[in-house]
């Protein structure tokens, strides 16, 4: 098919709007490190976890605003009003502070443990409550696991993405067990839940970040099923993650566990019963 005469070539017009690329991105990253030195000193200044990410909230949707992604949410009516599991695809770095602007501050992130060692962002995420998990040595694992459980059969509502990274490739990968063998030994529901936009808006191939709409939609909550714990928890994993593909709009990259993840569950729940 012939090219369109009036319509300049992709990399003509991708260098002609670079200028105004690397313009947002300095100002991208002043925003971000302004608000993110805020945060830090409010979770470090603040009494009480909760003051504590209610100002993270607050400090999420103004930097989120600041650099115009504006953020949409949809189907807050069907979080519980006690204690839930949210479980969601991951596409981009920035999918936890969307969900910290958009969900309610009794939430707490379970975040791989890679992030506790970042300067400045593990002090802040352990300020507001956040649970980091080892996804690679099985002892600690299954130490951190048992951590997790803890928590939630204590009460707490936690959010979870149990791809456990993302990749360059929409699409959603397989889904480890830890949020659904949580969900099943705390008792309470799994509430999937999709985010659009964080890909578009900072990609992991490395691109400039972009403005960009985001939306986070919250489905409706689905109750641990009957049966024996690991089996409870399988199928729970498979019905959130087939939820979520019904209105993700991309591909099915994968559909099985991953071992050493469910051996670290499994490890952190015999622990647990001990």
């Known amino acids: 098919m012939p090219q369109d005469p009036s319509?300049?070539?992709r990399p003509l017009r991708t260098l002609a709007l670079l200028p105004f690329r690397l313009a947002f991105t300095v100002y991208a990253a002043g925003v971000f490190l302004v608000m993110g030195l805020g945060a830090l000193l409010a979770a470090t200044a603040l009494p009480g976890l909760a003051r504590r990410r209610a100002a993270a909230?607050?400090?999420?949707r103004l930097l989120l605003t600041s650099v115009g992604m504006r953020l949409t949410v949809r189907g807050l009516e069907h979080l519980p009003p006690g204690q839930c599991v949210i479980v969601s695809n991951h596409a981009s770095y920035l999918d936890g502070p969307?969900?910290?602007?958009?969900?309610?501050?009794?939430?707490g992130f379970v975040i791989k443990r890679e992030m506790a060692s970042v300067p400045l962002a593990g002090a802040f995420l352990r300020r507001i409550g956040s649970q980091f998990v080892e996804r690679f040595d099985r002892q600690r694992g299954a130490?951190?696991?048992?951590r997790v459980l803890r928590t939630a059969t204590n009460g707490h509502s936690l959010v979870f993405f149990p791809e456990g990274t993302f990749t360059p490739t929409p699409g959603l990968l397989k889904f480890h067990s830890g949020a659904f063998t949580t969900a099943v030994r705390a008792g309470c529901?799994?509430?999937?839940?999709?985010?659009?936009?964080?890909?578009?808006?900072?990609?992991?191939?490395?691109?400039?970040?972009?403005?960009?709409?985001?939306?986070?939609q919250l489905l409706p909550p689905i109750e641990p099923p009957e049966g024996a714990p690991a089996e409870r928890a399988a199928l729970l994993r498979e019905q959130?993650?087939?939820a979520i593909l019904s209105v993700l709009g991309e591909p099915d990259l994968g559909s099985h566990v991953a071992p050493v993840a469910a051996a670290n569950l499994v490890q952190g729940m015999g622990d647990l019963s001990e």
Request: hydrophobic residues 50%.
């Open 143 to 146: 130490a951190d696991a048992l």
């Open 7 to 9: 319509t300049p070539p």
């Open 98 to 107: 969307v969900f910290t602007a958009a969900l309610p501050a009794r939430f």
């Open 240 to 242: 959130a993650r087939a």
């Open 189 to 216: 529901p799994v509430v999937p839940a999709v985010v659009r936009g964080t890909r578009a808006a900072l990609s992991p191939r490395g691109e400039l970040p972009r403005p960009a709409r985001i939306e986070v």
């Open 57 to 60: 909230r607050r400090m999420a």
